[in-house]
Structure formats: structure tokens, C-alpha cells
């Protein structure tokens, strides 16, 4: 009896087996690699198949996310963010990703009150992003894949519209408490006050009346308002970037090919290298010296000179600056920021200019043809704020809406003293261009908000200059779903994945602003 129970036992987890194999198309796959394999004949016989069942294993899926803080190149705080995968049934840590530091929406010659303050933020920004990471985002996206960028971006960005209309309604109902709090205690002091002028209200029937000072109401232009973001919103960008470098690790590929697929479709046959663009010297507003109409003076390679040539020029062109100001100041000359750009004072941009052309022609080479120059003008940066009283008025100027009092508002101050508006910006860049036709770039020359100026500096030099917009347009995940017009345009446009933007924001924005020629 034992024995006839364990043949049909036996039996049965063989019709079983069969009928498992059969499902999953087992006999079939090895029938027909192993008739492949017999005509390749490959020197390795379980590599061949490994190789071979690999393609057929399920895509790999995130299992897990951890985060925690860690510290960038710079030694400020930031996001590290690991991705756990299973991979063929095998749990692993599929890539750890550090976060670049998200740049401060501060300009660079705030008052120290508040730049703490904006550090401050910073710290609870990234408190706030990692709890998310561990939690929210940790559970929505357990078992997608990986490479499914679209799909990845997509979950996250729904949780991110669902936590917001969370703190939303959190904000609301705080402000109604206020507000309710507030007029109850207005109303107490009325009372009071109601009393006292009572009891004063027959000694100032014979008081005369105080005169009244006139208020003083000065124009200015203003910015378009911050974007409220959720408290922790960079948390979206780092799990974005962290699932493309994973994706890239799972399909054994390096990420700029990933990225290339993720784009194209497929990956590319040729790749062509971005030109570097290297920060030599550092100045600006916050700078010491004068000069406040560039912000960082940069060297570009010619388009068709290998990378290595390339990056021990620019090495040769930064020794060179380094050299000469130990030479005429010493060692304090020498000292570089937080990017390795040295900071020296300059009063004037050609200053700058002058010196990194001796550079680029010590190095044997000729300026405006082996190499160029680009520069950060940081429009927004050296634009002055404050209220400019309007000329010819009265004090008291009312601002209706719609009023255009362009002319009357602030201005560019280029050079400590010495100030511009918009139509003057037109010509000094246009002039500064034509004495240096080595300058083949220039970053935010002026505010976005100077639209007509803006066009008629790149109808001025965009046949020999790039215009390039860095702040000159919303972030990626915002211009993706905008309207382009004609009326504001330049050569080419800076996307940062930072705070809320994802990859697949950023890839959305250069496919739409290729369509339209702005590369």
C-alpha cells in the first residue's frame, strides 16, 4: 500500500512538473538554444546559456528605498538615496545616488540674516525630502521597473500633487484658526477702545486735528512670485535621477547611453561629447571690486577638439591665470571658491577678458578660433531692486494695474556708480561683443521681464554670439506644459534636475525646444 502511494505521489508531481514546464515554455527554450548552441559552438557552454536565459529572466523591480543625508563636493548637506532591486529572484542594492546641492533662489549679495535663514530651510527641506523618500515614496513605487522612467516619473509626480493638496488644506484650515483668532481678539480691543475715547472725548472737541504726513510710494519692478513648493520637494528629483542610474546598472549600460535610449527610443551608433564650458574666474556683484556685469568668465573648446586635448588646454589656461595673480598679489590672489573658479577684484570686464585671452594665446593657440570665451552676465543678479522714485512726479505715484512705468523702474548696475537700463544693456553688450569677437556665449545678459530689449540684444549678436537662458525660463517641470511664443527666444536654454524637475521633465523640454530650434 506504502509503495502504490508513493508511485502516484510520484506520479502526480510529475504531471505537475510537466504541466509547469509546459506554462513557461521551458521545453521549448531549451529545445531551441540548444540547437544554437550546437552551430555556435561557443568556447563557453553555461556563459552561452546564461547569457541566453538572462534575456528571458523578468525585468528587475524596485524593491526598496533608503535614504539618509550625506554631503556633496562642496561639503553642504544633500540627499543620498539608495534603490534596492530584485534582480532574478535575488534582492540588491541596485545604485546609491547623491544629490547635488539644490542652488539657493537667493542672489549672491543678500544680507547674511538671510542667508541663514535660507540655510535653514535648506536643512529642513532635506529632513523633510528623506522622510518622504523613506516612507511615501518607498511604498508607491515597490515592484515598478526600473527602466520605465516615464511610468516612474509619473507615480511620483501623483503623489507629490496628492501630499500638496494634503498641506494645502493643512495651511488652510491653520489661517481660518488664525484669522478666527484674530477678529476675536480685535473685537476685545474695540471694546476697550471704545471706552477710553469716551472718557477723552471731551478734551478733544478743543484739540485741533494733527496733520497728516504724505507717504511716499516709489515704483519698482517687479519679479514674478516664488513658486510655493511642498516642504521636502526635492525628494521627487533625487528618486528620479537615483531609478535612471539604476535602470542604466540593470541593463549594463553606462547612463548617458540610457539617457540617449530614454530619448531616442533606441540607443544611438555615434555619440558626440558636450563642449565643456570651464568657470575660470569668478566676479560679480558679491565679488570684490567694481565689476558686476559677469558673473563667472568661462573658456569653450572648438567644437571638433577631442576632450582630452581639450580639458589639458583648459588645465594650461587656468595655471596661466593662476600664475599671474600670484604675480601681482600673492597668495590671497590665488584663493577659489566653492567651484575652483578663483576670485580676484576686477573693476571692469575687460579685465577678464584681456587676461584670458593672454592665457588661451600662451597656450599656442588663437582666441576666438581654437578657443572661446563665455560669460555668466547673471542679469537678475546685478539688477537693482530698489524703488526708483519716479522723475517730474509727485511723491504720492499710484501704481494702477497694467500701468507701464517700464522707464521709471530700476536698473542695471554694470559697474559699481555706474548704472543702465535695458535699451543702454543692448548697446554696452553689443559693443563689448564686437571688441572681443572671441566671446561666443553669454548667460542671462538681462532679466527675462525685458522681453523687447532682450530680442532686439539677440537680433543684435545671435549671429555670432549664443544667447543663453538659464533664469530667463521656468523649470522644466513647469515649461513643459507652456505655450512657446515668438516674442521671447534665445540660443539655448540651461535645465537643471533640481527640486521638483524629473528626468523625464527635462527630456520632455529639450524634445519640445528642438522643435523649435532653441537648442
Same mark, same amino acid.
Given at each position: 500500500?506504502?509503495?502504490?502511494?508513493?508511485? %502516484?505521489?510520484?506520479?502526480?508531481?510529475?504531471?505537475?512538473?510537466?504541466?509547469?514546464?509546459?506554462?513557461?515554455?521551458?521545453?521549448?527554450?531549451?529545445?531551441?538554444?540548444?540547437?544554437?548552441?550546437?552551430?555556435?559552438?561557443?568556447?563557453?557552454?553555461?556563459?552561452?546559456?546564461?547569457?541566453?536565459?538572462?534575456?528571458?529572466?523578468?525585468?528587475?523591480?524596485?524593491?526598496?528605498?533608503?535614504?539618509?543625508?550625506?554631503?556633496?563636493?562642496?561639503?553642504?548637506?544633500?540627499?543620498?538615496?539608495?534603490?534596492?532591486?530584485?534582480?532574478?529572484?535575488?534582492?540588491?542594492?541596485?545604485?546609491?545616488?547623491?544629490?547635488?546641492?539644490?542652488?539657493?533662489?537667493?542672489?549672491?549679495?543678500?544680507?547674511?540674516?538671510?542667508?541663514?535663514?535660507?540655510?535653514?530651510?535648506?536643512?529642513?527641506?532635506?529632513?523633510?525630502?528623506?522622510?518622504?523618500?523613506?516612507?511615501?515614496?518607498?511604498?508607491?513605487?515597490?515592484?515598478?521597473?526600473?527602466?520605465?522612467?516615464?511610468?516612474?516619473?509619473?507615480?511620483?509626480?501623483?503623489?507629490?500633487?496628492?501630499?500638496?493638496?494634503?498641506?494645502?488644506? %493643512?495651511?488652510?484650515?491653520?489661517?481660518?484658526?488664525?484669522?478666527?483668532?484674530?477678529?476675536?481678539?480685535?473685537?476685545?480691543?474695540?471694546?476697550?477702545?471704545?471706552?477710553?475715547?469716551?472718557?477723552?472725548?471731551?478734551?478733544?472737541?478743543?484739540?485741533?486735528?494733527?496733520?497728516?504726513?504724505?507717504?511716499?510710494?516709489?515704483?519698482?519692478?517687479?519679479?514674478?512670485?516664488?513658486?510655493?513648493?511642498?516642504?521636502?520637494?526635492?525628494?521627487?528629483?533625487?528618486?528620479?535621477?537615483?531609478?535612471?542610474?539604476?535602470?542604466?546598472?540593470?541593463?549594463?549600460?553606462?547612463?548617458?547611453?540610457?539617457?540617449?535610449?530614454? %530619448?531616442?527610443?533606441?540607443?544611438?551608433?555615434?555619440?558626440?561629447?558636450?563642449?565643456?564650458?570651464?568657470?575660470?574666474?569668478?566676479?560679480?556683484?558679491?565679488?570684490?571690486?567694481?565689476?558686476?556685469?559677469?558673473?563667472?568668465?568661462?573658456?569653450?573648446?572648438?567644437?571638433?577638439?577631442?576632450?582630452?586635448?581639450?580639458?589639458?588646454?583648459?588645465?594650461?589656461?587656468?595655471?596661466?591665470?593662476?600664475?599671474?595673480?600670484?604675480?601681482?598679489?600673492?597668495?590671497?590672489?590665488?584663493?577659489?571658491?566653492?567651484?575652483?573658479?578663483?576670485?580676484?577684484?576686477?573693476?571692469?570686464?575687460?579685465?577678464?577678458?584681456?587676461?584670458?585671452?593672454?592665457?588661451?594665446?600662451?597656450?599656442?593657440?588663437?582666441?576666438?578660433?581654437?578657443?572661446?570665451?563665455?560669460?555668466?552676465?547673471?542679469?537678475?543678479?546685478?539688477?537693482?531692486?530698489?524703488?526708483?522714485?519716479?522723475?517730474?512726479?509727485?511723491?504720492?505715484?499710484?501704481?494702477?494695474?497694467?500701468?507701464?512705468?517700464?522707464?521709471?523702474?530700476?536698473?542695471?548696475?554694470?559697474?559699481?556708480?555706474?548704472?543702465?537700463?535695458?535699451?543702454?544693456?543692448?548697446?554696452?553688450?553689443?559693443?563689448?561683443?564686437?571688441?572681443?569677437?572671441?566671446?561666443?556665449?553669454?548667460?542671462?545678459?538681462?532679466?527675462?521681464?525685458?522681453?523687447?530689449?532682450?530680442?532686439?540684444?539677440?537680433?543684435?549678436?545671435?549671429?555670432?554670439?549664443?544667447?543663453?537662458?538659464?533664469?530667463?525660463?521656468?523649470?522644466?517641470?513647469?515649461?513643459?506644459?507652456?505655450?512657446?511664443?515668438?516674442?521671447?527666444?534665445?540660443?539655448?536654454?540651461?535645465?537643471?534636475?533640481?527640486?521638483?524637475?524629473?528626468?523625464?521633465?527635462?527630456?520632455?523640454?529639450?524634445?519640445?525646444?528642438?522643435?523649435?530650434?532653441?537648442?
Amino acid at each position: 500500500m506504502a509503495s502504490t502511494r508513493e508511485k %502516484r505521489e510520484l506520479y502526480e508531481a510529475k504531471q505537475r512538473a510537466v504541466k509547469y514546464y509546459n506554462e513557461n515554455g521551458v521545453p521549448k527554450k531549451i529545445e531551441e538554444i540548444m540547437n544554437s548552441m550546437f552551430y555556435d559552438n561557443p568556447a563557453d557552454v553555461y556563459g552561452y546559456l546564461s547569457k541566453y536565459f538572462e534575456t528571458l529572466a523578468k525585468p528587475p523591480t524596485v524593491s526598496k528605498i533608503t535614504a539618509r543625508q550625506a554631503y556633496d563636493s562642496k561639503g553642504q548637506p544633500t540627499v543620498q538615496t539608495e534603490v534596492h532591486g530584485t534582480v532574478k529572484n535575488e534582492d540588491k542594492l541596485l545604485y546609491t545616488h547623491v544629490s547635488s546641492t539644490t542652488n539657493s533662489s537667493l542672489l549672491d549679495n543678500v544680507r547674511v540674516e538671510e542667508r541663514e535663514v535660507d540655510d535653514q530651510q535648506r536643512q529642513e527641506n532635506i529632513s523633510a525630502a528623506i522622510n518622504i523618500l523613506n516612507s511615501d515614496i518607498n511604498n508607491r513605487i515597490h515592484a515598478t521597473d526600473p527602466t520605465q522612467q516615464d511610468e516612474v516619473d509619473r507615480v511620483i509626480m501623483k503623489l507629490y500633487e496628492e501630499l500638496k493638496v494634503i498641506e494645502d488644506e %493643512r495651511l488652510a484650515k491653520e489661517a481660518e484658526e488664525m484669522i478666527k483668532d484674530d477678529g476675536e481678539s480685535s473685537h476685545r480691543e474695540d471694546d476697550k477702545a471704545s471706552v477710553a475715547s469716551g472718557k477723552k472725548g471731551k478734551n478733544s472737541a478743543n484739540s485741533s486735528p494733527k496733520k497728516k504726513g504724505k507717504s511716499q510710494a516709489a515704483v519698482y519692478v517687479p519679479d514674478e512670485p516664488k513658486e510655493k513648493l511642498l516642504c521636502g520637494s526635492n525628494a521627487f528629483t533625487a528618486i528620479s535621477q537615483a531609478t535612471c542610474c539604476a535602470a542604466a546598472q540593470v541593463k549594463h549600460v553606462d547612463i548617458y547611453e540610457h539617457v540617449a535610449c530614454l %530619448r531616442h527610443g533606441e540607443i544611438p551608433e555615434k555619440f558626440s561629447v558636450p563642449l565643456p564650458m570651464v568657470t575660470i574666474i569668478q566676479s560679480g556683484r558679491a565679488a570684490p571690486g567694481k565689476l558686476n556685469c559677469v558673473k563667472e568668465f568661462m573658456v569653450i573648446p572648438k567644437h571638433d577638439m577631442p576632450l582630452k586635448k581639450s580639458m589639458t588646454y583648459i588645465q594650461q589656461i587656468y595655471n596661466y591665470v593662476a600664475k599671474q595673480f600670484f604675480a601681482k598679489g600673492g597668495t590671497a590672489t590665488k584663493l577659489v571658491n566653492d567651484i575652483g573658479a578663483m576670485c580676484p577684484t576686477f573693476d571692469k570686464a575687460e579685465q577678464g577678458l584681456d587676461l584670458l585671452q593672454e592665457a588661451i594665446t600662451n597656450c599656442g593657440l588663437t582666441a576666438g578660433e581654437d578657443f572661446f570665451i563665455g560669460l555668466n552676465c547673471a542679469g537678475p543678479e546685478m539688477f537693482d531692486y530698489d524703488p526708483v522714485p519716479m522723475a517730474g512726479k509727485s511723491d504720492k505715484v499710484a501704481n494702477f494695474p497694467g500701468q507701464d512705468m517700464h522707464k521709471e523702474k530700476g536698473k542695471y548696475e554694470v559697474m559699481v556708480g555706474i548704472a543702465k537700463v535695458a535699451d543702454d544693456l543692448v548697446e554696452f553688450w553689443s559693443d563689448l561683443l564686437t571688441r572681443y569677437p572671441s566671446i561666443i556665449a553669454i548667460i542671462d545678459p538681462m532679466r527675462k521681464q525685458e522681453e523687447e530689449a532682450w530680442m532686439r540684444l539677440c537680433d543684435r549678436i545671435s549671429d555670432r554670439c549664443l544667447v543663453i537662458g538659464s533664469r530667463a525660463y521656468h523649470r522644466p517641470g513647469l515649461l513643459k506644459d507652456e505655450e512657446l511664443t515668438e516674442n521671447f527666444k534665445s540660443s539655448g536654454i540651461a535645465f537643471k534636475l533640481e527640486q521638483l524637475n524629473t528626468v523625464s521633465d527635462v527630456l520632455t523640454c529639450v524634445k519640445k525646444m528642438e522643435g523649435k530650434n532653441r537648442k
